[in-house]
């Protein structure tokens, strides 16, 4: 007498059909404890209701599992580490710019004339962080020197500081075609560079300007329409975000709410 064959998908309907032919033989059979787990519907609802302990005693991996990578919510934004790597704490901003190099990690690189590091004092108590460069910037190599910087030097100005004394950089080191949002692949090859550029200048406040710069060091999509004006924390750093520069140009009203915002940056350096 042999139990009926069964499909290999059905490996618990088999099982149960040799134990009850071994039961009605009066026989405890010996069964064999398989190296590998086979989930059905039936054993993950038993996981659900068994205790915690029994459930880890039934499975034990041979090796930890991977960790996930992290992917951003959406297009525009990343998920950050939470502490800084190891190496960027000794690190300099001359040696990320060496490391840096001509990059060609992304698609912008041929599009571009120069790269848009950061400028200012490696000792500033207030970092400035972008979208990316725009036409004057990319013909220059410098951060916000256009219209857009003229007016971010009147709100540095309007702090009791000078331009030289802050830093100012960029999410994106290379201006996308014809000023658009920079992509998702873009922000993920550049901002690394950024994070340890923040992680060597070890800031009091970062100043994130508009949503981009916002929703990156945040890690997740946010509304800088909500959210400027308050302060979070940023890898043991405080941060605080106002709108960019580029879009109080094209909305003078908003001024006013980006004057509240440098009142509150006033605070926070005194």
């Not at 088999?14 to 010996?30: D, N, T």
């Not at 994106?172 to 340890?196: G, Y």
Request: some cysteine; charged content about 25%.
């Amino acid at each position: 007498m042999t139990p009926p064959e069964a499909p290999r998908s059905e490996v618990s309907p088999r099982l149960r059909a040799w134990l009850k032919f071994y039961e009605e033989l009066g026989l405890a059979p010996v069964v064999r404890r398989p190296t590998h787990a086979i989930v059905t519907a039936e054993t993950a609802e038993h996981r659900q209701t068994a205790p915690v302990a029994a459930r880890e005693e039934a499975v034990r991996p041979t090796k930890p599992a991977a960790l996930p990578i992290i992917k951003a919510p959406a297009a525009t934004t990343l998920s950050l580490f939470e502490e800084a790597p190891a190496r960027a704490k000794s690190e300099t901003l001359e040696e990320i710019r060496a490391d840096l190099g001509d990059c060609r990690r992304c698609k912008l690189a041929p599009h571009r004339k120069h790269i848009v590091f950061g400028v200012g004092d490696p000792r500033a108590q207030l970092v400035f962080v972008g979208e990316g460069p725009g036409a004057e910037e990319d013909l220059q190599g410098l951060p916000f020197v256009g219209r857009a910087g003229q007016l971010l030097t009147q709100w540095i100005e309007s702090l009791g500081l000078k331009r030289e004394q802050v830093y100012i950089c960029n999410v994106i080191k290379c201006r996308p075609p014809q000023n658009r949002t920079p992509e998702r692949d873009e922000i993920e090859a550049c901002s690394p560079f950024l994070l340890r550029q923040l992680d060597a200048l070890k800031p009091r406040l970062v100043c994130a300007l508009g949503s981009i710069a916002l929703q990156l060091l945040m890690g997740k999509a946010v509304s800088i329409t909500r959210l400027r004006g308050q302060v979070f924390d940023f890898r043991g750093t405080k941060l605080i975000a106002t709108f960019h520069p580029a879009y109080i140009l094209r909305n003078p009203p908003a001024d006013r709410d980006v004057r509240k915002d440098l009142q509150a940056i006033r605070q926070l350096l005194a």
